[in-house]
Structure formats: structure tokens, C-alpha cells
């Protein structure tokens, strides 16, 4: 009776802690409890084989094969699992085919997707020569209204989210302005022009030539969109450059700056003039040119200034084309106007229809392109370290993204903080005196420009102050965090640093004085905000944070030139910043959990792993897989104890026949000691502990 109340009470303890940390959202929770089943699978795994081989034989199979057969079910069974879903999921948007070759909606012809087998050749020219060529795959897929109606109150029906196959597919949220995938291509690229100011009548229908995800994954450093009006001409191309860096530039090009043409003498020009004509009506049809500066960082071996010229050919001279080819050549020049580099990518053969493929054509294909795509990133590293080790090649360091382009994808902490900061601005901006207005971009995927202003009633004799912040890069939250003053995190990643390293944008900064004054600032503990009480160890973890917050990490372009033999040192004392005290405080204190964990993780890694918090998640990792392994071995030992088995029969014996004369012996035995329950109920509960030291508030 007494080891059933035990094992009663230990039962209820471990649904108690569970159920706290699920109502908590502990996102590790599920993750403790998948890591706690497979080793414990492990830990049982000739047990397991053992019934599943009984389970076999009861079938009537054969003992010698019964471990192949269930590898082979196992094997299957994943498969089905891993490509029913996206089978299923696929939209594809397939447009209904013509006899001629194209495809029709709303009534507008276009190209069929097509797959190009391309080659991709680089040719550096200066500083120092070094060459490579290597095959590469091309998809292309026509990027259509599906409407037969398109105004401005019609709703996205976003079909075209998904094109292709579900082992050879694009997905709309992959493109142009990050997230915003249930829009569709055609929606997202129309959002695109309007921004660049194209209007609906200057083009009708795209074509998209781009690196596919095949089965899952792609590396994609450039897409091109091909732009079509009414009458099928090439109007416009849209350039989306992909760093491997994660950050991302669209340049959109008109073709209004052409190659510089070649140089021909007086008599030579009377001649050219007759046919230039029936030329240039030609070269329209065939050949888009352009010609614009750089603005964005794609290899640290070359700077962010100079500029590109575009050869493009255009893959459909008309839409009944039956050989599309793409041929585009970019040359790169140096501000002093130095041939840097050639950069071409043109197809190897004919291209190919994926409709027409059948099975043994698509078996076919895969076989001979699967590995393309996975190879593309180890290339770019490989060719990187033959320029820097072979070649000596000056590295550039990777500035900060200027406004017209897209920063990387945050981080987990970084989603989190965005959220923090926003709310943080809402009460500044109602805390203030004057009446303010903020357009806020906060560069998070899927987040719309959000306008922050005053609710309150103010004088009305006070003009409205209009502001707009725009976030570049992510990484402007995870810096925030190290600043103890709002003011000075501004000053040093906007206003007064390097161009170059600027992660944050603002317009009218001299504004800043007025929403960051002493008299906007949060009060805490005010008549209309009570302070929050916290328990002795949330004090603990608040403490913790304040004790690790240090400086963010060093610029990659200093602003004022230090010595090596000068060392500066921040000797200020560090409080509670003004963002942990929002945090802090009764209308921030929704934020306290997440917030604290993220911020406490970038301190301790810019502390102790030079900046990297992959390294802190990695042994947060690995801690919680040995306690979960110590969990493990604490419960097989129970098990194979006399107190564990008597305790299995004493349970038997209260689930079966409600006897609890079953549970006396185990009470008696010297192996039960109050230190042997003590330390495996320690064990058993360590990994849930270990979450909940870390706190939630």
C-alpha cells in the first residue's frame, strides 16, 4: 500500500510538471519527451525486437527473414509518410495545355514549364585570373493570373503558390519579398512592380528561370524573371540575387542602359545605318541588355561598389517557340571601370517538358541531376578557398544591407525580440507628450510596415510628428539587447557609425529626442502601473541577465581607428536596461519569459562561444540528452531491482484484483530506502527540472 502511494504520488508529480511546462508553450518539452522515448527504445530495443518477432511468427512468417521484413515495412512505411504529404499538398496550378505548345489562363497564352540543363562558367580577370565551369539545372515556369478578373479589391487566390512537381517544385514564399506565400506568384510579383512603380497595363504575364528545390532543398544565388506585355515582348527583367549569407537584392532592369556598343569608324557607319532598322526590331525580340550599379555584398572577394552589364537572351522570341534556350552573360566591373569577372549561364541542350517525361524519363532524369543542386554550396566553398589560400585574393568583410535590399532570416530570438520592440515603441509613442506617428519595418518575414500612434487625446495646437524606422537586417534585435540605453543603441547602429554597418534606418532621427525624453520615459512603479512581483529565484534569473550583459560584437568596419596597444573598456555600471525594464513592468511582463531566455542565450555566447548561439543551443542539446539518458538508466535499473519488481506486482495486483497485500513485501525490502527514492525521483525528473530552472517569467 505504501509503494502504490509512492508510485502514485510520483505519477502525479510528473503529470504536474508536464502539464506546467505545456501551459507554459516550453517549446523543449516536446522535444525532452521524443529524446526520452527513443533512448528509452533503445535502452529496450532486444525486448522490442523480440515482440515484434513473436508478433511475426503469430503471422506465420518464417523466423530467418522476419528482421529483413520489418526493416522492409519500416523502410516503406517512411517513405509513404515522408511523400503522401507533399504528394497531396501540391497546388500546382496547372494550367490547361494547348495544341501549339503553351499554356492558357484568363485568357492569356504563355510558355510551358520547362527544364533547362545549363552550364554555369565564372572567369575572374582581375586582381588574379582563376576560372571554373560547372553544370547546373534550370527550371522554368510561366507565372500567370489566375483570375479572370484581377482589380483592386479582388482577393489573392493564391493556386500558384506551389509550381511543379512535389520532387521538382518552387514555392511563392521562396521569392522576391520574403513570406507572403499565400499570395501566389503572380500576386507577389504584381506587389513587386506596383512597389518599383510598373503599372498592371506595362507588362501581362512572367517567366521564371530558376534553381528548383529538388526533393526539399535548393541553393539558388540567381533568378531571373523574364517580363512580358500583351503582345509578347521582353519589357522588363527582374534579377533576384542570393548571397550565401541569406540576404537578397532584386534588381529591377528596363533595358533603358544598353551594352555600350562597339566603336566604328565614319566610313564604316554610313553602311550600318542602313540596316540598324531591321536590326534593332531583331535584337528586341532576341536580346535584353542593361547596364546598373551594385549596391549588394554576393563574395567577400569583391567590394560593394562598381557595376554589372546584363546579356540576357530572351528564351521566347514568340510564345510558340519550341527551343527555348537561356544564354546570360554578367560582367562585373570595378568603380574604375576594370573588368572584374564574367559570369555566364547558358544551356547544354535541349530543353526538356516535364509533362512529357514519363516514368522512366523522370527515373532517368533524377538519377543524372539529384546531386546538382546539393553540391552547389560545397562548389562556392571550394572556389572560395582557391581564391583566398592559392590566390591571395583581398577578403572584403560583409557590410550590413543598405535599404533597397532584404537582410537574412531571423533567428527564433530574433522573432521574439521583434515582438518585444514593437511593443516597447507603442509605449513610448503614447507615453510622449506629442502626438507621434511611426511607420515600422520590422524586416520579419510575414509582418506587414505596422503604424504606431498616440491613442490619447493630446493639444491640439501640437502638429502631428511623422517618423519611419525601418529595420534592415534581423540582427539590429539581437544587438539591441546589449545596449542599456534606447538612445545609444540608435546612435551607434544607425546615426553615428559606418554606413556599412548600420542595421537600423531612420527618417527625421531628430525626432528622437522628443519620443526618447525624460519625460517619456517608462515609469515602473506609477500610480496607474503596479510593480510585479516575482518569486526569490525569478529575481535570481533577472539578476543573471544583468550580471552577463556585455557589449555587442565589434562592427565589421570601425569607425575610429584604434591602436593594437590600446584597449578600451566600458568601466559604466550596467543596470536593468530600458528594455528590460519594459519588460519588466506590468505591460511588458507578457514578454518575460521568452525575452529573458533569448537575451540571456546572446550574452552567454557573445560571452563564452565568440557570438555563436547555434554553439549554447547545441550543449543545451547534449545536456538534455544525458539527462534524459541518466532518466533512462534510473528507470531500467527500478525495473530490474527486487523493489521495482515487486512494485510491478504490487500495481499488477491493485490494476487486476484491487489486492494490496501484493504491495507489503515490496514496503519491507532493505533496497527501498527513502535515499534510493529520493535520488531516483531526482533522476527521473531532471530533464523537466532542468526546464524549469530556466524560468518563465
Known sequence: MFVASVLDGLAAFESFIVGLRWSRHDNKLATDCCIFALLFAWRIRQQLLERVVGLWENFGVEHEYTLYNAYGVVTVLALLVSILPRAFKSSNATAPELSNGTVQKSGVEAPKPRIFPCQTTHARMFPKRHAFAYSYLQCGYPIVCSRAQQDETGFPSGEDRYLGSWWLRVRAEDYLERGDGELGFYQKLRKYLKAQHVADSEWEYAYLVTAPRFFGYS???????????????????????????????????????????????????????????????????????????????????NSRKGSYALKAQNPFPTVFHDDPRIDNTITLKSSKDHGKLVARLFSTGKSLDPGQLGFFGTAWFVLSWWWVGLVTFPRILREAGKLFFKRKLHVWFRPEVQTS????????????????????????????????????????????????????????????????????TPAFYSRLVHYTYTSEAIDRECVFTDVRNRTLWLCRPKLLSFLLSDRSSICIEG???????????????WMLLRKLRCPPPDPAYSVTPQSSNMQVDDIRSRPYSELDQFVRSHVGQKHAGKYRRAVTKLFLAQRFCFGFSEVIDLVDLLLRILLCYLAVLQMSTWCDSWAGSESAKCMLALTERKDWSACFDARGSDDFNWWWLAKSALLVHAPHAYGLLKGYS
Open 527 to 541: 500610480e496607474n502601473m503596479a510593480p510585479v512581483k516575482r518569486s526569490y529565484f525569478g529575481e535570481l534569473r
Open 405 to 472: 535590399s532584404i537582410g537574412r532570416l531571423p533567428t527564433s530570438a530574433e522573432i521574439a525580440l521583434e515582438e518585444v520592440f514593437r511593443d516597447y515603441l507603442y509605449k513610448l509613442v503614447n507615453e510622449t507628450e506629442y502626438p507621434f506617428s511611426i511607420t515600422f519595418n520590422s524586416s520579419i518575414p510575414g509582418t506587414q510596415c505596422r503604424l504606431i500612434s498616440t491613442t490619447h487625446v493630446l493639444e491640439p495646437e501640437r502638429p502631428q510628428q511623422d517618423m519611419e524606422i525601418g529595420v534592415l
Open 219 to 301: 541553393f539558388n544565388p540567381v533568378s531571373f524573371w523574364y517580363i512580358y506585355d500583351r503582345e509578347h515582348e521582353l519589357k522588363r527583367m527582374v534579377l533576384e540575387v542570393n548571397n550565401t549569407f541569406g540576404e537578397r537584392r532584386m534588381y529591377l532592369l528596363d533595358g533603358s542602359s544598353p551594352c555600350s556598343p562597339s566603336y566604328k569608324s565614319d566610313s564604316q557607319q554610313s553602311s550600318a545605318d542602313e540596316g540598324s532598322e531591321i536590326e534593332s526590331a531583331n535584337a528586341s525580340k532576341s536580346k535584353f541588355t542593361d547596364v546598373w550599379m551594385k549596391d549588394f555584398h554576393v563574395s567577400p572577394f
